[in-house]
C-alpha cells in the first residue's frame, strides 16, 4: 500500500458553477484511473486540482511524490529546436541529457529533434510535450487528452510508455474520450449533470 | 536553483533573442533623437530639460516589452508546468523581474551614453543619470514584470498595463530627474528607497497576479 496521490472529498466550482463535490480517489504505485465523461464533467479540473494549479472549493488533496502533466498546450518554446526546447526542461528537473535521449526515443522524437518546435505538427508537438513528461522521471503522471491529435502509431507508443512507467512503479491519472487499448484501467466515471 | 537559473536564461535569451536586445535601445534613442527636434537646438535649454526626457524614455523602454513578458508563458502552459514542479509563483515573479532588469538595463545603460550626447548633457550629469537609472531599473523590471502578470489575461493589456504602472512610477521619475538639480539634496537616496520598497514588494504583487491568472 504506497499511496502516490490522495484526493478527499473533493469539491470544484468553475465560475458560478458546480463541477463535481464530495469526489474521493487514490492512486497507488502501479495504478492507473481513468476519468470519463461528457464535455464539461470536470475531467480536466480533477486533473489541475490533482496537480496543484486548482484550489478546491472543499476537500484535501495529498501529493506524496513528484508530479508530470500534460494538457492542449505544450510549454515548449516555439522558436527553439525540439531538442533545445526540451532541454530547458530537463534542466529545471535536473534531468540528465540521455534521459531526455531515451524519452525522446520512447515517442519518436530523434528525426525531429533540430525541427524548431513552431514547425511541428498537433500531434509532433503532443508526442513532444509527451516525451517531456517521460523524461522528467516523476512517479505520478496527470494526463489530460494525452492522445489528442496523435496517429495511430503515436498512441501505441504513448500506451507503451504507459505501461512501461506503471511497471517502474509509477501511477497514471488519464483524462481521455477513449480508453487507448490500457490494460487494467480503473474507470472512473464523473457526472454530467450539465 | 538550478531551475531558476535555467529560467533566468531562457527569458534573458527571449528578451535578447531574434533582435529585440535592440529594442529598447533604438527606442531610447529615438526619443533623445526627436526631443531636440520638438524642442529647438538650443544647448542650454536641452542640456536643462533633457535629463528629464532620459527618465521618462527610460520609464517607457522598460514598459515596451510588456506584451511577451508573461502572456506567452501562460498561453504556451509554461507557468503550468513551474507550478506544478513545485515552484512558487513569487520565486518565478522574481526571475522574472531579474532576467527582465538585465535584459532592458543593461542595453540601456550603453544606450544612455549616445543619447545624453544627442541631448547636450555634460559628464557630471551623464554620470548622475546612470547612477540613477542602475538604481532605478530593478524597480522599473518588477514594475513591468507586475502589470505583465496583471494584464496576461487581457486583449490589448499593454495599453491598459501602462496606465497601471505610471501611477507607482512617478515617485521614481520625480526623485531620478530631482536628482539633477543641484539644490535637490537627497534625491538619491528617496529614490533609492523608493525603489528598494517596489523590487521588494514587486515578487510578491507579482506572483500574486500570476496565482491568479489560473483561478
Known sequence: MSELLRLDGIACIRGDRLLFENLSLSLSRGDAIWLRGPNGAGKSSLIRLAAGLLRPAAGTVVRRERCAFIDEASALDPELPLRRALDFWSRVDTIDGPVTERAMDAMALAPLADVPVAMLSTGQRKRAAMARVIASSAPIWLLDEPANGMDIAAQSRLVAAIAAHRGNGGAILLASHFALGLDNLAEFEMGGAA | ?215
Do not use: C, Y
Not at chain 2, 2 to 12: E, G
Not at chain 2, 55 to 73: F, G, K, M, S
Not at chain 2, 116 to 135: E, N, P
Open chain 2, 1 to 215: 536553483m538550478t531551475a531558476l537559473i535555467a529560467l533566468f536564461a531562457r527569458d534573458l535569451r527571449r528578451a535578447w533573442g531574434s533582435g529585440a536586445l535592440w529594442l529598447p535601445v533604438v527606442f531610447f534613442l529615438l526619443v533623445a533623437t526627436a526631443f531636440p527636434f520638438a524642442v529647438g537646438p538650443d544647448a542650454p535649454l536641452l542640456a536643462r530639460t533633457g535629463g528629464g526626457m532620459v527618465w521618462v524614455a527610460a520609464l517607457l523602454a522598460a514598459l515596451l516589452p510588456i506584451d511577451r513578458l508573461v502572456r506567452p508563458d501562460r498561453e504556451a502552459g509554461v507557468l503550468d508546468q513551474l507550478a506544478v514542479r513545485g515552484i512558487a509563483d513569487e520565486t518565478v515573479a522574481a526571475v522574472k523581474i531579474a532576467a527582465h532588469a538585465v535584459g532592458f538595463g543593461l542595453p540601456l545603460l550603453l544606450a544612455l551614453l549616445p543619447a545624453t550626447a544627442l541631448l547636450a548633457q555634460d559628464g557630471g550629469r551623464v554620470v548622475t543619470l546612470a547612477t540613477g537609472l542602475v538604481l532605478a531599473i530593478p524597480a522599473l523590471a518588477a514594475l513591468a514584470v507586475l502589470s505583465a502578470a496583471l494584464t496576461a489575461n487581457l486583449k490589448s493589456g499593454s495599453a491598459i498595463g501602462g496606465l497601471l504602472v505610471l501611477p507607482l512610477a512617478v515617485p521614481m521619475l520625480i526623485f531620478g530627474a530631482g536628482m539633477l538639480d543641484p539644490a535637490g539634496r537627497g534625491a538619491e537616496k528617496l529614490l533609492a528607497a523608493s525603489s528598494l520598497l517596489l523590487t521588494v514588494i514587486g515578487p510578491f504583487a507579482a506572483g500574486a497576479a500570476l496565482r491568479g491568472l489560473r483561478e
